[in-house]
């Protein structure tokens, strides 16, 4: 197996994604990692020998426009992109500004055959800690119903192969329960879904999208972005609330010193962060995108995504579910 | 001025209306209430001269299908709502279904001349306490540019007359902050809100819509729907956790304990139950929505909410704002 890692365009730079590399490359002596970036910067892993240093000399900056992608050839991140594209490695890995990467594995890497559409798929925190795909978060700003279909297939597949869940629960973002709720196209992917291989449990409303009873939800890119952001912005909003509160008098200050670990470890098992990264879905390589704030532990967990997606043959597997 | 309201079919039946009704009688000599529900409940109204019972036998509850109030025209909600279909009060007010209280107003109350759709609005609260206006949460599961921008002028027309803010800020939920952003709806109805008189400042995306720096936000019926319930069950999921954390040592207890009143109150300000109910905008009357788990205090205030309506001609504005 061979990973393209790009190592230049998160937060914190180079630092955490080397020695997410160093851990990685120790443990799966069978994978061939070419990391690129500036190759002063990744002096550390040429001791590596199943590691490759990739020299690119420009960096997408987080307010780089995703479009401008497409002339940063000599970025890191479109050099991984890039062999991807050219059949040189099976699956990429970055911790750069989505709109970037998505665009950029728009541009350079294939869809597989039959996908009409490519999507976003972030994977939510949910209160029994199981977790509910979501897909589309916002690739597309329309879609049809037999899109939506895709996204059901893709999302189960990857649950089941990648998630490890059995006969993955599917279900279609909407605004009441009932099957004729919803503009037409949404009437028409809730018959779609109905009728395809997949265990669809029927609609689910937005309120019930961290309740964790269903594996994979899918969604138009419109309103899935739009969910997505509104349960970032509540989870942020409320949490400050909270905070002026336990800040707002000296007895308070008092308990909240006292309850803080309590509350910590509580609150990191539901990490709105983890809310911010998302999975390019649809293309014929594993694309996995790291948060843009990721310290190692979390991007190496989405280096052994990536491996889990390739070893499991996810892709092919999604070719066949959508032929 | 006269009021008709629904005394029967909030969630903790007819004792907070009626101490509601008692109070906005005393103080508002000059306003008829017309009091819809079982009479031997609302004896302690008869000493009112300006207060009279209508008699109601039947009453729509929480569990019955919204299409269901189409036959319950003895209902204590219905019985209200025709009050307003027959010209003989200016604006109702009931806590009972959302859902009923909507497919009544749309039966039996006529739309503003000149307005294509009805619509549901939610007012939000925010970190800042300024609170913002989302308009359609759920009406409606499609809607045109042309019907976006009417629900732009209602919203604009009704932060202005009633809750008394000078050039209300208009945005439109997207998926993006440039103007290209969105569906071909969406990019349309972007076009049609700049070149309106309306204070227009853009796109807004879900992330922003709890921080209050907009007071009027327009959204189609289905993006709006899931954008308020995913606000919802967000707001309850972070609240739960934060609960969790603090129960889950001794330590933390006791600091539960002694913050607990601080974050109680900082909580109160920002109460996510406010979020449940809504007005309904484009009839030709005053049609409020209390939450269905009223007290006195909450009744009270959506009643004075109908009076200041009323009292501001929000209606004939509204007609004359959409010609």
Known sequence: MKLAIDAMSGDLGCAPVIEACEGFAKDHKDVELFVTGKKEELEALRVFDNITIVDARDVVKMTDSPLGVRRQKESSMVKALMMARNNEVDGVVSCGSTGAFYTGAMLFVKRIAGVEKSCLMATLPTLNKR?????????????????????????????????????????????????????????????????????????????????????????????????????????????????????????????????????????????????????????????????????????????ELAYTMVENDVVEKMKEGLE
Chains 1, 2 share one sequence.
């Open 131 to 303: 977790g509910t795909c979501l897909l589309d978060v916002g690739a597309n700003s329309e879609n049809t119903a037999e899109q939506l279909k895709q996204f059901g297939l893709m999302g189960s597949l990857y649950s089941e192969l990648v998630r490890g869940v059995n006969k993955p629960k599917v279900a279609l973002l909407n605004i009441g329960a009932e099957d004729h709720k919803g503009d037409e196209m949404h009437q028409e992917a809730y018959k779609l879904l109905k009728d395809s291989s997949l265990n669809f449990v029927g609609n689910i409303e937005g309120r019930e999208l961290l309740d964790g009873d269903v594996d994979v939800v899918v969604t138009d890119g419109f309103s899935g972005n739009i969910a997505l952001k509104s349960m970032e912005g509540t989870a942020l909003t409320v949490m400050k609330i909270v905070k002026n509160g336990l800040l707002s008098s000296t007895l308070s200050k008092i308990g909240a010193l006292l309850a803080k670990g309590s509350l910590k470890s509580s609150l990191s098992e539901f990490d709105y962060k983890s809310v911010g990264g998302a999975l390019m879905m649809g293309f014929t390589k594993a694309i996995v995108k790291a948060h843009g704030g990721s310290d190692a532990k979390a991007f190496r967990s989405a280096m």
